[in-house]
């Protein structure tokens, strides 16, 4: 195809070829008539250009399609949007919020956080400007992808808890994150949580990474869970660790009880949870740690690989939960660290296993 006035006779004749698609394919140039060849270069150049900047707005707005869809929802160090899909009363103090971010996603964009363990995400208090750091219970069986669960406990003087109770499906809530908390060791033979109240969420985090999340050979570690909870309207269902009969056991079950005894069902020779309830009258001892440290079948016949540094007891809860079972955080230097094995676990000398303070 041909476009252009033909100079007249006897004057230098040009022909320019244009190419649509950039690479010459036969049967697609357009042929056209110019003066000279400066004026034919420099059309050529404009052309190019101009199909070049075409084509990279169409590799632009298919890469930020993907980052859409495929990413992070968060865009750390800044706050990003998201909706309360649902929120559910478990006790007179207790909620489970279920977000979701504005951004929709294909993949689990979480999938990295779960391998590693421990991590926590930033809560915003808009009218307060403060940050307060969650943790997201594992996904249940009818969770989506992006999709993120919390359990929230309202306390007295809390400006975040008691915000975040307030809030109801369809709310706008802004976080930031993840935050990496702990990094599990690929190594672990077995593990211990002292739970207090909400500290059972990295509890349940941990069990979800080791038995779950991360891709295993075959040998499991062991988990135990001593869930401690002032009241039993917290861990309705839950068996004691007391010998109850089986009609002292309540037949309805709230969602986290319901959560922990379908991973024990799935896995019963790894996972155990013991629950204690203050109103009743049971309490976390000296004498329920070391049952809960007495080896697994699994552990004797040696089916777990053993390994130095690979007995971990952690303690989760209130600060003054963790100050009575392993003794007080220490600041140095403005950062909090660790501090010295205290409380109840200190004055049992406890050795060969690592123990952490969350």
């Known amino acids: 195809m041909t476009f252009g006035r033909a100079p007249p006779p006897k004057e230098p004749q040009y022909f320019g070829v244009f190419c649509p698609l950039i690479i010459p394919i036969p049967r697609t140039e357009v042929l056209y008539w110019v003066k000279s060849v400066k004026k034919e270069k420099l059309l050529r150049a ?206 309805a079950k709230g969602s986290m009880v319901q959560q922990l005894q379908r991973m024990q069902q799935k896995y019963p020779e790894n996972f155990q949870v013991y629950y204690v309830v203050d109103e009743e009258g049971t309490f976390i001892n000296q004498k329920m740690i070391l049952q809960a440290m007495q080896p697994s079948s699994a552990v004797v016949s040696g089916s777990v690989t053993k390994n130095n540094d690979s007995k971990l007891l952690f303690v989760s809860g209130p600060e003054g939960f963790i100050n009575h079972f392993a003794g007080p955080k220490r600041w140095r230097n403005g950062k909090q660290e660790q501090g010295e094995v205290g409380g109840v676990l200190g004055y049992m000398g406890i050795k060969d296993w690592k123990v952490f303070k969350l």
Not at 68 to 80: K, N
Not at 124 to 151: C, D, G, H, V
Request: a neutral charge; aromatic letters at 8%.
């Open 46 to 251: 404009l052309i190019l250009i101009t199909e070049i900047v075409f084509l990279g707005s169409l590799i632009l707005g298919a890469v930020i399609e993907f980052k859409s869809t495929d990413s992070s929802p968060f865009d750390s160090p800044r706050f990003t949007k998201f909706s309360i899909v649902s929120e559910e009363t478990v006790s007179s103090t207790g909620k489970l919020l279920t977000i979701r971010p504005k951004k929709s996603t294909k993949l689990d964009p979480y999938a990295a956080y779960w391998e590693k363990g421990l991590w926590s995400v930033e809560f915003k208090q808009p009218l307060l400007q403060i940050a307060r750091s969650y943790t997201p219970l594992p996904p249940n069986e009818n969770a989506t992808n992006s999709e993120l669960r919390f359990l929230i406990r309202k306390e007295p003087n809390g400006e975040m808890s008691n915000y975040l109770f307030r809030l109801q499906a369809n709310s706008e809530i802004e976080l930031r994150g993840p935050h990496v908390e702990f990094d599990l060791p690929e190594i672990i033979d077995e593990v211990i949580f002292l739970a207090g109240g909400t500290g059972v969420a990295p509890a349940m985090q941990v069990a979800h990474t080791l038995l779950e999340a991360r891709k295993s050979d075959g040998k499991l570690p062991r988990i135990c869970i001593v869930w401690a909870n002032r009241r039993r309207e917290d861990c309705v269902g839950g068996e004691t660790y007391r010998s109850r009969s089986k009609s002292d056991i309540p037949t």
